[in-house]
């Protein structure tokens, strides 16, 4: 075995059939290895299986199993040792590999390539490295939705004013209201796993585009590679991107879910809301404005999301003229797809962070905040409502109660008894406590609602549903 890595760079694996060298320029345009290394550990595994296969089908001996497969772990072990560093000359990772083996186990390392080409060779890459992703980022996924269960617990009596349009609307649970982004990340972690299914087919052995030559054992490497199924057709094996469209469509949405929290900590941490403080450990200063603490950690992910959602457009588009089968065009797929998982693992990171250690609740300001709106008016139309009080009706004369008190510079628990009952008899002395902040959350006990109960109740199903294994 040779271990010396190679000094000189040598002629592209492709060149017999060409006269001239490629244009330097052309070369460095061509090339992937730049950020396709990244599949490197993919590239190794897929080959291996395949390594297997071609043995097992009586393609090459055992023997030349094994000088393969060593080789194959040699090349593993320079890489992560930094060793292994090929150069633009390697054009793909997957030359790379294969001209790195030539060299390390003779020309043995050339029989690797048999019933196979990169074209099946880098679908399949790519479908392992995704479903190693889709797998971390479920992981994470379910770390966020650990850290939103434990704030919800801690805050199921914490009040905080619920809005529609931005306008104060009614008072709710901030459990309740943490608990709308743990059924979004639900569904994100959920999402995943459908998708999960439609990357983990394999398109190895469909060859360049038409299948080969060669007696393959398609079900053997699928299984050595834990594929549940082979492509049935090869031209759309080698060309199906369907599954990096919907894997980078699921991340969008984590993202404009992680987004939209992130406007709300922004809005939370203004002097305007006050409802949150940053911690140290998460916010930043100004270079000029002393006085300053910035939310840079949720301003990041809001302002991330946009290049996810460009990378689903960018593969979008890079699909949708392209006719059967690989297509150069195809390449194109690989730093979409890498930026999307990387940034989308740093954001889900950050802000499981940020929940855990960097904001803190202002509750005394919160609990001042729902006392001091119009936020309990539906309340007070109700309490007529059900004392029989046409809702119309009652809408109307709580709608003149607002209209007067405001004019009056008074909340609604500020009037007397004797006005209320000028507004209508049926009001008692009750209506106060009907009308108090904590009373109108409890009393939205309808299911799915802000009720005290119902949010202890589902805080008790995220619970749940993070045990079990299924997770559903
Ligand atoms: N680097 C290529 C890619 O990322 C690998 C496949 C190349 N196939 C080919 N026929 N040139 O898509």
Excluded at 27 to 32: I, R
Excluded at 74 to 88: A, T, V
Excluded at 297 to 318: I, S
Aim: a negative charge; aromatic letters at 8%; hydrophobic letters at 40%.
């Amino acid at each position: 075995m040779n271990n010396q890595l190679p000094q000189q760079p040598e002629a592209k694996t492709w060149s017999q059939r060409f006269e001239r060298a490629l244009h330097p320029a052309i070369e460095e345009f061509n090339a992937s290895i730049g950020f396709d290394i990244e599949l490197i550990e993919y590239d190794l595994n897929g080959s291996g299986a395949h390594a297997k296969m071609l043995a097992r089908t009586g393609i090459i001996s055992a023997a030349e199993k094994s000088q393969l497969l060593a080789g194959l772990e040699q090349i593993r072990s320079e890489y992560r040792q930094g060793k292994f560093q090929p150069g633009i000359d390697a054009e793909d990772v997957h030359l790379a590999v294969e001209r790195r083996l030539t060299e390390i186990a003779g020309d043995v390392g050339k029989k690797l390539h048999t019933a196979r080409s990169r074209n099946d060779q880098v679908g399949t890459d790519t479908r392992l490295y995704l479903r190693d992703q889709i797998e971390q980022i479920r992981t994470q996924l379910r770390q966020f939705q650990e850290v939103l269960l434990d704030l919800a617990e801690v805050h199921v009596e914490t009040l905080i004013p619920g809005y529609t349009h931005l306008q104060r609307a009614q008072p709710l649970s901030l459990a309740h209201h943490l608990m709308a982004y743990f059924e979004m990340a639900q569904r994100d972690w959920e999402r995943l796993g459908d998708v999960w299914k439609r990357v983990n087919i394999s398109p190895l052995g469909c060859g360049a585009l038409a299948g080969t030559t060669f007696p393959i054992d398609r079900q053997y490497t699928a299984e050595e590679l834990g594929f549940a199924s082979v492509y049935g057709n090869s031209l759309d094996g080698v060309s199906d991107r369907d599954f990096a469209v919907e894997f980078c469509c699921s991340a969008s949405l984590i993202m404009v879910h992680l987004s939209r929290l992130s406007e709300e900590i922004i809005l939370w941490a203004s002097r305007e809301f006050g409802f949150v403080t940053l911690s140290d450990r998460c916010a930043t200063g100004s270079s000029i404005m002393p006085q300053k603490k910035n939310p840079d950690v949720p301003e990041l992910v809001r302002g991330k999301t946009g290049r996810v959602f460009g990378h689903l457009q960018a593969l979008l588009v890079l699909m949708k003229g392209l006719p059967m089968a690989y297509n150069k065009d195809l390449q194109e797929d690989k730093e979409a797809l890498f930026d999307s998982v990387k940034t989308l693992k740093a954001c889900l990171q950050a802000m499981t962070i940020l929940l855990r250690e960097g904001i803190e609740f202002r509750t005394e300001r919160l609990e001042k905040a729902v006392a001091s709106d119009f936020s309990n008016a539906t309340d007070v139309a109700d309490y007529l409502a059900a004392r029989g009080v046409p809702f119309r009706e009652a809408y109307n004369l709580v709608g003149k109660a607002v209209k007067t008190s405001l004019a009056a510079g008074k909340l609604l628990p500020d009037l007397s008894l004797e006005e209320w009952k000028a507004l209508h008899p049926a009001f008692e002395s009750d209506i106060y406590q009907a009308i108090a902040p904590r009373q109108v959350v409890a009393a939205r006990n309808s299911y799915g609602g802000t009720g005290f109960e119902q949010v202890r109740k589902a805080i008790q199903a995220g619970r749940d549903r993070l045990a079990t294994v299924s997770g559903g």
